[in-house]
């Protein structure tokens, strides 16, 4: 099974998701803006992408990256709270499966996981 934090208004989320159904993966989808992650689960995922600058999960372009005064070089801990706290910061999708996560930047990333 794999987890998949999704935006559907997001084309490169929705592109992931069609590439994972076409392989025929199972897939549980997580709507991450009305469902956010906790702190914990942030740092989880963090670890199952290979712990990457957590600037590198982030989407600074979104305005509340700005009004929180971030920087993408802020500590991993700074980064992972504000994605806490907005998960409007998250970049997306992000695919889960075990302890591994795949960052859907481009879509086919998550491909593997299989």
């Given at each position: 099974?794999?987890t998949?934090w999704h935006?559907p ?18 897939v ?15 740092q ?7 712990s990457p ?10 305005p ?12 991993d801990?700074i ?5 806490a706290?907005?998960?409007?910061l ?5 695919a889960?499966r075990g302890?591994?996560a795949?960052?859907?930047r ?9």
């Open positions: 099974m794999i998949l935006n208004r997001c084309s490169k989320s929705r592109q992931a998701l069609a590439l994972l159904e076409e392989a025929g993966a199972k549980a989808i997580r709507r991450y803006l009305e469902d956010a992650p906790s702190l914990a689960e942030l989880a995922v963090h670890r199952a992408l290979g600058p957590a600037g590198e999960m982030m989407r600074p372009k979104e509340e990256f700005t009004a929180a005064g971030l920087s993408t070089t802020d500590s801990a980064l992972l709270q504000a994605m706290d907005h998960p409007k998250i970049e997306r999708p992000i889960i302890a591994q795949k960052l859907g481009p879509p086919e990333q998550v491909l593997l996981l299989l």
